[in-house]
T-cell receptor
Framework: KAGVTQTPRYLIKTRGQQVTLSCSPISGHRSVSWYQQTPGQGLQFLFEYFSETQRNKGNFPGRFSGRQFSNSRSEMNVSTLELGDSALYLC??????????FGQGTRLTVV | EDQVTQSPEALRLQEGESSSLNCSYT??????LFWYRQDPGKGPEFLFT???AGEEKEKERLKATLTKKESFLHITAPKPEDSATYLCAVQDQAGTALIFGKGTTLSVSS
């Protein structure tokens, strides 16, 4: 069974630009969550999608947004990038009420 | 507010030297407590889920236990390949988000 796939693995962007990250969940998983991981703050929840609807949202500014498609694939977008947005962005998928499985992450560097 | 605190931040062990990692939590109704292992540059790898006080789960050299306020990850006779960061997370009854601790970085030397 294929795991959670995130693309791209690495990104370098300039301040002020926007970026879109992609996540393909494990087959059959309808819940997709996004997390930001930084050395100082650790893993922090961004948002969760289930059946194309945002079901939960963390405490991040509106520059961070996401969506989920009918095949459960998800994308997250960050607009007007800031240096502090440099982080490892992790996607996790789960079956309803079950444990979450994480992808390898996208390493975003903002210069 | 849900909160997770892990200790110690870092732990160095000799191969074969058993020890325990601690995860203290505050949550408004625990839905589940999760342990993950994370290697550098990779995503967290799921290890265990614990749902109620008194529950225990085992996998190879690892054993996770749960009380009403904390969880322990016991590592018996560790090997160098057990070196990683171990993350603890809780999920409350109301939400779907995982609240993570900062992790314990374990180094096992031969």
């Amino acid at each position: 069974k294929a795991g959670v796939t995130q693309t791209p693995r690495y990104l370098i962007k300039t301040r002020g630009q926007q970026v879109t990250l992609s996540c393909s969940p494990i087959s059959g998983h309808r819940s997709v969550s996004w997390y930001q991981q930084t050395p100082g703050q650790g893993l922090q929840f961004l948002f969760e999608y289930f059946s194309e609807t945002q079901r939960n949202k963390g405490n991040f500014p509106g520059r961070f947004s996401g969506r989920q498609f009918s095949n459960s694939r998800s994308e997250m977008n960050v607009s007007t990038l800031e240096l502090g947005d440099s982080a490892l962005y992790l996607c996790a998928s789960s079956a309803e009420g079950q444990e979450a499985f994480f992808g390898q992450g996208t390493r975003l560097t903002v210069v | 507010e849900d909160q997770v605190t892990q200790s110690p931040e870092a732990l160095r062990l000799q191969e074969g030297e058993s020890s325990s990692l601690n995860c203290s939590y505050t949550v408004s109704g625990l839905r589940g407590l999760f342990w993950y292992r994370q290697d550098p540059g990779k995503g967290p790898e799921f290890l265990f889920t614990l749902y109620s006080a008194g529950e225990e789960k085992e996998k190879e050299r690892l054993k996770a236990t749960l009380t009403k306020k904390e969880s322990f990850l016991h590592i018996t006779a560790p090997k160098p390949e057990d070196s990683a960061t171990y993350l603890c997370a809780v999920q409350d009854q109301a939400g779907t988000a995982l609240i993570f601790g900062k992790g314990t970085t374990l180094s096992v030397s031969s």
